[in-house]
């Protein structure tokens, strides 16, 4: 039945045609459901989407706890932009490059973009190590950066290995068109859930036993979901095993510079640095969409120390390359050492300062959590109030936090999480008023479940 | 690939990594490096390279200019929260002030003489990546899509590199004007079928690169009806629809679809910002599908190649600006005619000929009295002898995989006017000299 456009009515209506009726198709990749929009948490965004909570005008929908995002520094970079309108061509002051920005196609990126990229990514790292701007590769986000790595490191039917729990869309960002499969690295509570050698190996094994070829270990350090960094010991244990059987090893740091406490946080690079040879299997991605809040910009890097990687995945950049005029704002604000230098040290008391708040709320609430130092979120216990101790009640549970709490969190089964009732709760993306109304409905629904019981 | 056991290993990496699918090893890109060695400007290096191999408008950007100056309110931290609010929107939707602005911008380009609904714009980074993006969306590994030749030469990349997509050429030739024939579309219809290739569609650009004309009403009307027919997409990539400056009309397959008593549901239009306002930094293009699911499954895979919302915010109150864009349009044709005339002229005086063609950034000039030998050695050597003694680089024919040789996509946009007149100049000297030898030989 093909779908007819009545041009009397001006309206849509069903009607048979001259035509046959067999409807002309699509892909396999455009209609499998690898986009993982089909999730039963799906339901989370609709009720928000549906009964979004505001303070004055709907204080009893819904608070949203499940966005991975940073709001909590922008008047930062306002007020740097009020004193440096040379950075964007729409003033006066950039005008004069507006041409230049606007027909500069080239994939390698402007320099002083890379320069100032690799000089925010030394600073995040207390400059510790060194990066050479001709190895970075301009991505139009993390979610673009990390889909390139795969089609540069694998081939359709290779696996990739990823610590579980992760981020949920990394089953759509590494799989959907590259057709590389995820085998989870599973990582459990009763270590803190830190990787360790002999899950990584198991992993390896599983992916053998199937007959797949295992091309890589993808790590996200700083985690996302725990909120937790991967010690020095973890990260050289990882590129010796990477190294022994021959596979790449990709360090998402998307959260280096979201770190607000201690233990110390290591990057890869600077595991990288003690070697005495240049590794050709390490691959970092960054973006801009966490430690600065910008993913509106589509602002992502892949820094690799393989030269082959860096030349197939610039080229493959066309496909998702950055706005000049994204670049030429960013290359002017991220050289401004001075500004960076006070941005990552403010930006990380801020989350601290939230972190903290939301944690004494846990506290007060009775509700355990993962001892976390990083990104922008925490990872909760939630087990004991769960109604079974398996998926389903963890669906259940989640349930009664959206639709009774009102709170939108992340269930850890979303996460791949081998263990039922650990949650992703945000803290970094609204007021510290709109956190205590959180905080005490949650107080409140975890009170009310243990009574119940 | 064999290791040897030390411990800097040799990890390998993915086929697609090593393959030449890229693209970058043709003489196209050849000539590029050999511009940039030796770069022509008119002070500094007046003998060096002049670049005619980039189809690029470097026409109107004074308007645009003039137009940012009195619009301070497309600046991305113009307001208080605004700079927060784009900072943060990454819905893949885009917003919706934007797409009702291309959209409208889209409609003024074809006349207004149709109708674009918002919601059916799916926003990517460039017109490269809604080619790639539709091809994922519409066809599997080793299915074939027909491409009329010659065509743009960045196709071979866009559109098969990652998607493991065949392009199957649909030959056009000089003998009437390079248009599109139904007897050529169902030869490589045909010939498709023969390599057991599965055909999913037809992907033509309208108006044409490189040959700089548009396709007629019954072209569209036949590749329509031919598309539903063997129940394939048609893909119109008009990238160019508002660099028409002389006729004949211009017609979009929108137009088309609109005459239809059914809604053309494999019918998907390809757009970007790169040429017609020559903002190919800026990495704004569109993906226009009359398929719902098409809409639906681009804009999931647009998660990969989203357009900045800093580019999207200044654009959609450009774009919304009726009256700007009304006269942008019509001031960029009258600057593009122009500069096309000149070079027409110019190729005359040299006794050159080129295909009559009336939009796009260049012209497909036919050098065939030139070349040493009639095939595709005869026109490399060619191609070289300009770009190292006229020190010219333009691109040869068969970059765009034409079928005969001798042929040259010449751009005219991207050039100030005494730049032309000197190419023009080296041209004129060249062909004279060339001639000489040539009729010496004989």
Not at chain 2, 254 to 281: F, R, T
């Amino acid at each position: 039945m093909k779908t007819v456009l009545c041009e009397e009515n001006n309206c849509l209506s069903a009607s048979v045609d001259n035509f046959d009726d067999s409807e002309i198709s699509l892909s396999n990749m455009a209609t499998c459901n690898l986009h993982g929009e089909d999730s039963p948490y799906f339901a989370g965004w609709e009720a928000y989407r549906k009964d979004p909570y505001d303070e004055k005008l709907n204080p009893h929908g819904v608070i949203q706890m499940g966005l991975a995002e940073n709001t909590l520094s922008f008047d930062l970079m306002e007020e740097w932009l009020l004193v440096h309108p040379e950075a964007t061509i729409t003033s006066e002051q950039g005008l004069d490059s507006f041409k230049e920005l606007a027909l500069y196609q080239d994939y390698h990126g402007l320099p002083d973009y890379r320069k100032a990229m690799a000089k925010f990514m030394e600073a995040l790292r207390g400059y510790k190590v060194k990066f050479d701007p001709d190895r970075i590769v301009n991505a139009a986000g993390s979610t673009a950066a990390n889909e390139v790595l795969m089609f540069c490191l694998a081939d359709a039917g290779d696996v990739f290995l990823v610590p579980s729990p992760y981020y949920p869309a990394f089953a759509r960002d590494l799989r959907w068109r590259t057709g590389v499969e995820i085998e989870p690295i599973h990582c459990y509570s009763s270590n803190n859930f830190q990787i360790t050698k002999s899950e990584v190996e198991s992993a390896f094994k599983r992916a053998q036993d199937l007959k797949k070829k295992v091309k890589g270990i993808l790590i996200t350090n700083p985690c996302n979901p725990l909120g937790t960094i991967s010690s020095a010991e973890t990260l050289k244990m990882l590129l010796a095993f990477a190294n022994k059987k021959k596979i790449h090893l990709v360090c998402d740091e998307i959260y280096a510079g979201s770190v607000f406490h201690s233990p110390e946080f290591h990057s890869i690079a600077e595991i990288v640095a003690e070697e005495n040879y240049t590794p050709d299997n390490v691959h970092i991605v960054y973006s801009l969409s966490k430690d600065m809040g910008l993913p509106g910009f589509r602002v992502g890097t892949i820094y690799s120390y393989n030269d082959t990687v860096v030349t197939a995945a610039r080229r493959m950049s066309s496909f998702t390359m950055i706005s000049t005029q994204t670049q030429h704002l960013l290359s002017t604000m991220l050289s401004d050492s001075e500004f960076v230098n006070y941005y990552i040290a403010e930006n990380k008391m801020r989350l601290k300062e939230r972190h903290g708040l939301i944690v004494a709320g846990f506290e007060r609430a009775g509700i355990k959590y993962l001892k976390g130092n990083a990104g922008l979120f925490c990872w909760v216990d939630m087990s004991d109030l769960l109604p079974s101790k398996d998926i389903e009640g963890e669906l259940k549970l989640w349930k009664g936090i959206l639709y009774e709490a009102k709170l939108n969190i992340s269930p850890g089964s979303s996460f791949k999480c081998m263990e039922p009732g650990w949650f992703r709760v945000c803290f970094a993306e609204m007021s510290t008023s709109t956190m205590e109304v959180a905080l005490e409905r949650l107080q409140r629904f975890a009170e009310q479940c243990k009574n119940h019981a | 690939m064999s290791m040897n056991i030390c411990e800097q290993e040799f990890t390998s990496v993915s086929e697609r990594a090593t393959c030449s699918a890229h693209g970058e090893d043709s003489a196209y890109f050849a000539g590029w490096e050999e511009y940039r060695r030796n770069p022509y400007d008119s002070l500094l290096n007046p003998s060096g390279v002049i670049q005619m191999g980039l189809a690029e408008n470097r026409l109107s950007f004074d308007l645009l200019e003039e137009w940012l100056v009195k619009h301070p309110e497309a600046s991305v931290n113009f307001q208080q929260d605004l700079f927060k609010e784009l900072a943060l929107y990454q819905d893949y939707h885009g917003l919706p002030a934007f797409k009702k602005a291309m959209a409208n911008f889209m409609e003024e380009l074809r006349g207004n003489k149709v109708k674009f609904e918002p919601e059916r714009i799916v926003n990517t980074a460039g017109a490269t990546a809604a080619n790639e993006v539709l091809m994922f969306c519409l066809a599997d590994p080793g299915d074939a899509f027909l491409v009329p030749s010659p065509y743009y030469a960045g196709f071979d990349r866009d559109l098969r590199w990652r998607t493991g997509v065949e392009i199957v050429p649909i030959h056009c030739y000089s003998s009437n004007n390079f248009q599109i024939t139904k007897s050529a579309v169902e030869s490589a219809f045909k010939e498709a079928q023969k390599r057991k290739m599965n055909v999913k569609g037809i992907l033509i650009t309208n108006p044409c690169n490189p040959l700089g004309t548009t396709s007629s009403a019954e072209i569209l009307k036949m590749l329509l009806e031919f598309s539903m027919k063997k129940k394939i997409h048609l893909v119109c990539d008009e990238i160019y629809s508002g660099s028409v400056f002389s006729s004949p009309h211009f017609y979009s397959i929108a137009e088309i679809v609109a005459k239809q008593h059914y809604m053309a549901d494999n019918v998907h239009i390809v757009y970007s910002l790169s040429k017609d306002l020559g903002l190919p930094g800026f990495r704004v293009g569109a993906i226009y599908s009359y398929n719902n699911s098409v809409v639906t499954a681009a804009r999931r895979m647009s998660s990969f190649c989203m357009v900045s919302s800093q580019a999207q915010h200044l654009l959609s109150i450009m774009l919304s600006d009726s009256n700007f864009i009304k006269y942008y349009i019509q001031e960029n044709k009258k600057r593009l005619k122009e500069r096309h005339n000149l070079l027409v002229s110019g190729l005359a005086q040299a006794g050159i000929e080129q295909l009559d063609g009336n939009s796009g950034l260049f012209c497909w000039v036919n050098m065939r009295h030139l070349l040493p030998s009639h095939d595709l050695e005869g026109e490399l050597k060619l191609w070289k002898s300009i770009l190292e003694e006229a020190r010219l680089n333009i691109s040869p024919g068969s970059s765009f995989n034409c079928m005969e040789p001798g042929w040259f996509r010449v751009c005219f946009a991207d050039m100030n006017m005494s730049t032309m007149e000197v190419a023009l100049q080296r041209l004129q000297r060249f062909a004279k000299e060339y001639k000489i030898i040539a009729n010496a030989k004989l």
